[in-house]
């Protein structure tokens, strides 16, 4: 599915992973959180190989179906840190942290069935923070979400990027959002045997706007590119 | 304002319409009134076109009942098969649950006893009484042998598609988050089985009902199998019709508390709870 793919995120970074749907930016995904093994080629976190799942690179899944819906919200939060074998009283108090910092204060008592999509996707990105893994990997997490409470999610992800320091991977096909949010944006091509067409540093300072005739000329760009590849894609098919 | 109250508006008419339903029948009503139609429907043909010894009437059928409960020999009989099932629906349940719960998280363990799985899931239990009569003879371990091998296919089933169907995202999520395949199996995919394995003991509580009463008429001399089967010897319709009400009177009631139970103690386990 990917050929020749060559991609290196610095420390600290939110990068984007721009690409039409269906070019293997899941797979991309997958592959860095150790779901899947590479036919060949290497991935590396800190010059370490990487070869299973692990806890420095925790992931906010696409959908809420990796929520555990017979833990409450504070349960779920928290659930890393049982894993560890963190003290009840102990992993609570951290968790109601992260609670806090994803907007969910008070809320921690709720089921998942209780709680509204964007709730949900905040429980995902709160209990991914909470084992504090320096490197967070996002698989589209806002794209099922209305496009108010996606924008509110944007930003607040921003937010807790720029609080918490962490290596950001983000997943997305839209293009505005990765504007919103990147350092920098690889596009990938269209597959078959997909690869990274570009990557495009985003210099724009924050927090941004979708109004900024800047942004506008970069969501341009993006797009002409991005239809390109899915025009090729088209062609090939 | 107005949409405040639109809203309350709407609400109460929802509420009216759960409660009575279309026809203004309160809705607890309506069973009662299709179990009494069904009744009087029954004494109506029953007496019309059928001998009492063919087709006996609900009055005739209500009469051997008090006759029965008076006796003793219903509540005897009732309580000797309701053993019977208790004790095969719990062992099989054990087995079933354990083993698909082991087949579910193992992949070897799946590989190696599917074969038996496919094979045995299409020999239905009564056609294993004749050797299970040479075996445990025509005592109560024939009967046990049997209601477990029922419950525990059944059970074991459901508990196998349970494991197999828990969103892969729930499993990558507990693996990133640094989970042990121990604590993947006892904090994932155990409870996200629960309801599932719960699906198939209830499924598996009414199989049990029907392989007692088929094993009872074949080989025993207690429980309401065996009163069914005797009662038609002697041309005891009206028994033989008190035998099936029990039967289904006593499922339906299991069942029941089965669900109340299942609802109490693990309502969080259900998916959209």
């Given at each position: 599915?990917?050929?020749?793919?060559?991609?290196?995120?610095?420390?600290?970074?939110?990068?984007?992973?721009?690409?039409?749907?269906?070019?293997?930016?899941?797979?991309?995904?997958?592959?860095?959180?150790?779901?899947?093994?590479?036919?060949?080629?290497?991935?590396?976190?800190?010059?370490?190989?990487?070869?299973?799942?692990?806890?420095?690179?925790?992931?906010?899944?696409?959908?809420d179906d990796s929520l555990y819906t017979w833990l409450t919200a504070v349960e779920n939060v928290e659930f890393g840190l049982r894993l560890?074998?963190?003290?009840p009283?102990?992993?609570?108090?951290?968790?109601?942290?992260?609670?806090?910092?994803?907007?969910?204060?008070?809320?921690?008592?709720k089921y998942p069935s209780q709680?509204?999509?964007?709730?949900k996707?905040?429980i995902q990105?709160?209990r991914?923070?909470?084992?504090?893994?320096?490197?967070?990997?996002?698989?589209?997490?806002?794209?099922?979400?209305?496009?108010?409470?996606?924008?509110?999610?944007?930003?607040?992800?921003?937010?807790?990027?720029?609080?918490?320091?962490?290596?950001?991977?983000?997943?997305?096909?839209?293009?505005?959002?990765?504007?919103?949010?990147?350092?920098?944006?690889?596009?990938?091509?269209?597959?078959?045997?997909?690869?990274?067409?570009?990557?495009?540093?985003?210099?724009?300072?924050?927090?941004?706007?979708?109004?900024?005739?800047?942004?506008?000329?970069?969501?341009?760009?993006?797009?002409?590119?991005?239809?390109?590849?899915?025009?090729?894609?088209?062609?090939?098919? | 304002?107005?949409?405040?109250?639109?809203?309350?508006?709407?609400?109460?008419?929802?509420?009216?319409?759960?409660?009575?339903?279309?026809?203004?029948?309160?809705?607890?009503?309506?069973?009662?009134?299709?179990?009494?139609?069904?009744?009087?429907?029954?004494?109506?043909?029953?007496?019309?076109?059928?001998?009492?010894?063919?087709?006996?009437?609900?009055?005739?059928?209500?009469?051997?009942?008090?006759?029965?409960?008076?006796?003793?020999?219903?509540?005897?009989?009732?309580?000797?098969?309701?053993?019977?099932?208790?004790?095969?629906?719990?062992?099989?349940c054990?087995?079933g649950a354990g083993?698909g719960l082991l087949m579910g998280a193992?992949?070897?363990?799946?590989?190696?006893?599917?074969?038996?799985?496919?094979?045995?899931?299409?020999?239905?239990?009564?056609?294993?009484?004749?050797?299970?009569?040479?075996?445990?003879?025509?005592?109560?371990?024939?009967?046990?042998?049997?209601?477990?091998?029922?419950?525990?296919?059944?059970v074991?089933?459901n508990t196998l598609a349970a494991v197999l169907s828990v969103p892969r995202n729930k499993i990558r999520a507990a693996q990133?988050l640094g989970a042990t395949r121990w604590q993947l199996f006892r904090l994932v995919m155990l409870p996200a089985s629960l309801h599932g394995i719960f699906t198939g003991m209830?499924?598996?509580?009414?199989?049990?009902?029907?392989?007692?009463?088929?094993?009872?008429?074949?080989?025993?001399?207690?429980?309401?199998?065996?009163?069914?089967?005797?009662?038609?010897?002697?041309?005891?319709?009206?028994?033989?019709?008190?035998?099936?009400?029990?039967?289904?009177?006593?499922?339906?009631?299991?069942?029941?508390?089965?669900?109340?139970l299942i609802h109490r103690l693990a309502g969080r386990y259900a998916p959209t709870h």
């Amino acid at each position: 599915m990917l050929k020749g793919l060559s991609l290196e995120i610095e420390r600290g970074e939110l990068f984007c992973l721009l690409g039409p749907s269906g070019c293997g930016k899941t797979t991309v995904l997958n592959l860095l959180a150790g779901f899947e093994q590479p036919a060949g080629g290497a991935i590396q976190v800190d010059g370490r190989p990487v070869t299973a799942p692990g806890v420095e690179r925790t992931v906010v899944f696409q959908g809420d179906d990796s929520l555990y819906t017979w833990l409450t919200a504070v349960e779920n939060v928290e659930f890393g840190l049982r894993l560890a074998g963190v003290a009840p009283e102990r992993r609570r108090a951290t968790a109601e942290r992260y609670l806090d910092l994803v907007g969910l204060r008070g809320q921690g008592h709720k089921y998942p069935s209780q709680l509204s999509g964007g709730m949900k996707q905040r429980i995902q990105i709160a209990r991914a923070l909470v084992c504090e893994s320096p490197i967070l990997l996002m698989d589209e997490p806002f794209a099922a979400l209305d496009a108010q409470t996606r924008s509110t999610l944007q930003d607040e992800l921003i937010g807790i990027w720029q609080q918490t320091g962490r290596t950001v991977l983000f997943i997305t096909h839209d293009i505005g959002e990765s504007i919103l949010l990147a350092n920098r944006v690889g596009l990938m091509t269209a597959g078959p045997e997909a690869r990274m067409k570009t990557i495009v540093p985003v210099d724009l300072a924050r927090p941004r706007r979708r109004s900024d005739p800047a942004v506008g000329a970069l969501y341009e760009r993006l797009a002409d590119m991005v239809s390109e590849e899915v025009r090729r894609a088209g062609a090939l098919r | 304002m107005s949409v405040a109250s639109a809203g309350k508006v709407a609400e109460a008419s929802a509420k009216t319409t759960a409660a009575r339903g279309r026809l203004g029948i309160p809705a607890v009503l309506v069973p009662v009134l299709s179990v009494c139609a069904l009744v009087l429907l029954w004494q109506v043909v029953s007496a019309t076109f059928f001998p009492p010894v063919l087709f006996p009437t609900p009055v005739m059928v209500g009469k051997a009942l008090v006759g029965e409960v008076a006796s003793g020999r219903l509540l005897k009989d009732s309580v000797v098969s309701l053993r019977r099932i208790f004790a095969g629906f719990v062992l099989g349940c054990t087995i079933g649950a354990g083993l698909g719960l082991l087949m579910g998280a193992v992949r070897l363990a799946r590989r190696g006893l599917d074969p038996f799985i496919q094979f045995g899931r299409f020999v239905p239990s009564i056609s294993l009484l004749s050797p299970a009569l040479i075996w445990f003879g025509i005592g109560e371990g024939s009967k046990l042998f049997l209601i477990t091998y029922t419950t525990t296919f059944i059970v074991l089933l459901n508990t196998l598609a349970a494991v197999l169907s828990v969103p892969r995202n729930k499993i990558r999520a507990a693996q990133s988050l640094g989970a042990t395949r121990w604590q993947l199996f006892r904090l994932v995919m155990l409870p996200a089985s629960l309801h599932g394995i719960f699906t198939g003991m209830r499924v598996g509580m009414g199989l049990s009902f029907t392989t007692v009463v088929a094993a009872e008429m074949i080989a025993a001399d207690t429980g309401l199998g065996y009163l069914i089967i005797n009662s038609r010897l002697w041309f005891q319709t009206d028994v033989v019709f008190v035998g099936i009400i029990t039967l289904g009177t006593l499922g339906y009631l299991t069942d029941r508390i089965f669900q109340a139970l299942i609802h109490r103690l693990a309502g969080r386990y259900a998916p959209t709870h």
